[in-house]
């Protein structure tokens, strides 16, 4: 499904990602961890194709993800949306299929964006405009959007920071209902979701590291980020 060979990226010439491979499978779930300004979001970017490789290359599905764009969802960080465009929940909802559809869409997406809604607990605030949702709320909204056009490949940014308990609920469950289903790369510094649900971790700071789960540290919690610890491990209280 995805495949880095030989990839370097930098800003200004200031490195930010170095890795000289990296192989997801299809269907694998996967929670990417890492500090601040380690490469989490630009690592999401270069899957998208939204940036581009200072050398080596990215591939999804064997394509550079540019020409794949159609089979990829993006869930980013509510914060960076603009939250005062007027739209309501159930607009906002159907501009995932914009990609596969004009703007007059089929009965066959209405009737989805309205099951999407109903799953993830939306149905009350339809006609709500966006910008006044909590941040709960909106990031359901952003991954009934995403999920909209059924990608192949999802990716999501933080979706559970700074959310209410119910929210990151519902949206973890969601997540695991699509497990082998999709492909899902989650951005999370929730370590107890990436203990219990996901299959494969990478640790992005300025390089990509795998981790098995129980291989994750209790001093990741205080972004105390190492390699795995040979002979004794710290692992994560449950």
């Given at each position: 499904m995805i495949s880095l060979s030989q990839l370097q990226f930098a800003y200004d010439d200031q490195p930010i990602l170095k890795q000289e491979s990296l192989q997801i499978a299809e269907g694998a779930f996967v929670g990417i961890i890492g500090p601040n300004g380690g490469g989490k979001t630009t690592l999401l970017k270069l899957l998208m194709g939204f940036l581009q490789p200072t050398s080596g290359r990215v591939r999804i599905f064997g394509q550079a993800p540019e020409k794949v764009r159609t089979q990829i969802g993006y869930v980013p960080q509510v914060h960076k949306c603009d939250r005062e465009f007027p739209i309501t929940v159930h607009e906002l909802v159907l501009l995932g299929a914009l990609s596969k559809n004009s703007l007059k869409y089929s009965k066959e997406t209405k009737e989805k964006a309205l099951q999407l809604i109903v799953e993830l607990g939306l149905s009350n605030h339809l006609k709500k405009t966006f910008g006044s949702l909590s941040g709960g709320l909106a990031q359901r909204a952003?991954?009934?959007?995403?999920?909209?056009?059924?990608?192949?490949?999802?990716?999501?940014?933080?979706?559970?920071?700074?959310?209410?308990?119910?929210?990151?609920?519902?949206?973890?469950?969601?997540?695991?209902?699509?497990?082998?289903?999709?492909?899902?790369?989650?951005?999370?510094?929730?370590?107890?979701?990436?203990?219990?649900?996901?299959?494969?971790?990478?640790?992005?700071?300025?390089?990509?590291?795998?981790?098995?789960?129980?291989?994750?540290?209790?001093?990741?919690?205080?972004?105390?980020?190492?390699?795995?610890?040979?002979?004794?491990?710290?692992?994560?209280?449950?």
């Open positions: 952003l991954l009934a959007r995403a999920l909209l056009c059924d990608p192949q490949l999802l990716l999501l940014d933080e979706p559970t920071a700074n959310v209410d308990p119910q929210s990151t609920s519902l949206i973890i469950e969601k997540l695991e209902s699509l497990k082998k289903e999709k492909t899902i790369l989650i951005v999370t510094h929730d370590l107890r979701t990436i203990v219990e649900k996901v299959d494969q971790i990478l640790c992005v700071q300025g390089q990509i590291t795998t981790y098995r789960k129980e291989e994750i540290c209790k001093h990741f919690a205080f972004g105390l980020y190492h390699t795995p610890l040979l002979g004794e491990t710290y692992v994560l209280q449950r």
